[in-house]
């Protein structure tokens, strides 16, 4: 049985409620709802986790409070850490406004998550039986590098290509696979790119990888309490199922059932406050 081994984004999530989003110029007051982990990297990371897999995670956190609380939270949960602190900049967070409908709106500071060349999958030593799992809110060269590194040492490299952004053809076409939602999708076929490998989720609809498909999984409408996260949840099974050697089929059942179960809770992650 491999390991997963994730790179990509450690983010806190700061969350406050507000009755209604200002408009531009006005001042509201609003109710701290907490902080909370969270980040794609962060979020597949601890999905590999709960699926049962042997994890690392590659990620930089800043010098700050917040980024200790995120290491240690993950470390706590059995997960190896390969994320120094980065003294140059604070450890990324999402502020998140939610008003009385639900609506939100968040703004990103990457921080930390732009982490310098030096920041890559080296130390880990990736080899066969060995899943990369990556994403792209960190630096699309960062990515770039650890493919490939993983794949001169005979690791499966699997990419999240979410936010969508363009990655060198050579890694696409390594990735096994490529990972992409609908939207994501849409915009990965107007480009240039043609991966080899090409898992499309359809949310609730549920997923297809080349020739093998799985439906949604039925859930009442009370029992959807929050989308955020399910695409990560997916992912983080898929990749744990892959690491424990399961075939495509078995590996898109597993992350159907996660993604389906990532939408009962509230927030990226379960019991993510920091």
């Known amino acids: 049985m491999g390991r997963v081994v994730v790179l990509g984004?450690?983010?806190?999530?700061?969350?406050?409620?507000?009755?209604?989003?200002?408009?531009?110029?006005?001042?509201?007051?609003?109710?701290?709802?907490?902080?909370?982990?969270?980040?794609?990297?962060?979020?597949?990371a601890m999905a590999a986790r709960r699926a049962g897999a042997d994890v690392v995670m590659v990620g930089r956190v800043g010098a700050d409070d917040m980024g200790a609380a995120y290491v240690e939270r993950l470390r706590r949960h059995g997960i190896h850490t390969e994320v120094p602190t980065?003294?140059?900049?604070?450890?990324?967070?999402?502020?998140?406004?939610?008003?009385?409908?639900?609506?939100?709106?968040?703004?990103?500071?990457?921080?930390?998550?732009?982490?310098?060349?030096?920041a890559s999958v080296t130390a880990v030593?990736?080899?066969?039986?060995?899943?990369?799992?990556?994403?792209?809110?960190?630096?699309?060269?960062l990515v770039a590098r650890a493919a490939r590194l993983a794949g001169r040492g005979g690791a499966r490299v699997v990419i999240n290509l979410a936010p969508y952004a363009s990655l060198p053809h050579d890694?696409?076409?390594?990735?096994?696979?490529?990972?992409v939602n609908e939207e994501e999708m849409r915009q990965l076929a107007d480009s240039d790119l043609?991966?080899?490998?090409?898992?499309?989720?359809?949310?609730?609809?549920?997923?297809?990888?080349?020739?093998?498909?799985?439906?949604?999984?039925?859930l009442n409408e009370s029992d959807v309490v929050d989308t955020v996260g399910a695409g990560d949840a997916f992912c983080g099974a898929l990749a744990a199922a892959l690491?424990?050697?399961?075939?495509?089929?078995?590996?898109?059942?597993?992350?159907?059932?996660?993604?389906?179960?990532?939408?009962?809770?509230?927030?990226?992650?379960?019991?993510?406050?920091?």
């Open 86 to 118: 980065f003294p140059d900049a604070p450890t990324g967070t999402a502020y998140i406004t939610v008003d009385e409908a639900g609506e939100n709106t968040i703004v990103v500071v990457p921080g930390a998550n732009n982490m310098p060349e030096d």
């Open 171 to 179: 890694v696409i076409a390594m990735a096994d696979p490529v990972i």
């Open 9 to 44: 984004s450690l983010n806190v999530d700061v969350v406050t409620r507000v009755e209604a989003h200002p408009r531009p110029g006005e001042t509201v007051l609003g109710e701290a709802a907490g902080r909370f982990a969270g980040g794609k990297g962060g979020n597949q």
């Open 194 to 218: 043609i991966p080899a490998s090409l898992l499309v989720t359809f949310g609730a609809a549920g997923a297809r990888w080349d020739g093998e498909e799985v439906s949604g999984i039925r």
């Open 243 to 274: 690491a424990a050697g399961a075939t495509r089929k078995e590996a898109l059942e597993a992350a159907n059932r996660a993604g389906a179960e990532a939408v009962q809770w509230s927030g990226a992650q379960p019991d993510a406050a920091l």
């Open 125 to 141: 030593g990736l080899g066969p039986g060995d899943v990369l799992l990556c994403s792209l809110e960190v630096p699309t060269d």
